[in-house]
């Protein structure tokens, strides 16, 4: 089955920026869907980006014109930039894949905003 493994979360001050990156088991055009999730303590997990195999990329209204999603076929990732970083968006970092209908996750990077 596929596998999904983050890397690239931290600690960083706000405005400043970190590149989380998502390797697949998988070759990443076998995959629908790739998009990355967060979830904050005591908080649902809520959708950040999409990166669809066909189609525009999607992102939440609190992270539009800051982070950016892509699939890096080289790498056979799907990373996500992220730029001027609020402490909002402290959270864990999650990927997601979907295949065959069946949606997989990583196990998550924490990400750390503060100063």
């Known amino acids: 089955q596929l596998q999904l493994v983050e890397s690239g979360g931290g600690l960083v001050q706000p405005g400043g920026s970190l590149r989380l990156s998502c390797a697949a088991s998988?070759?990443?055009?076998?995959?629908?869907?790739m998009g990355w999730y967060r979830q904050a303590p005591g908080q649902q997990r809520e959708m950040v980006a999409r990166?669809?195999?066909?189609?525009?990329?999607i992102y939440a209204d609190f992270v539009k014109g800051r982070f950016t999603a892509s699939r890096d076929v080289a790498k056979n990732t799907v990373d996500l930039q992220m730029n001027n970083l609020r402490p909002e968006d402290t959270a864990v970092y999650y990927c997601?894949?979907?295949?065959?209908?069946?949606?997989?996750w990583g196990q998550g990077t924490q990400v750390t905003v503060s100063s």
């Open positions: 997601s894949g979907e295949q065959h209908g069946r949606t997989y």
């Open positions: 990166a669809p195999r066909w189609g525009s990329r």
């Open positions: 998988e070759s990443i055009f076998s995959i629908d869907d």
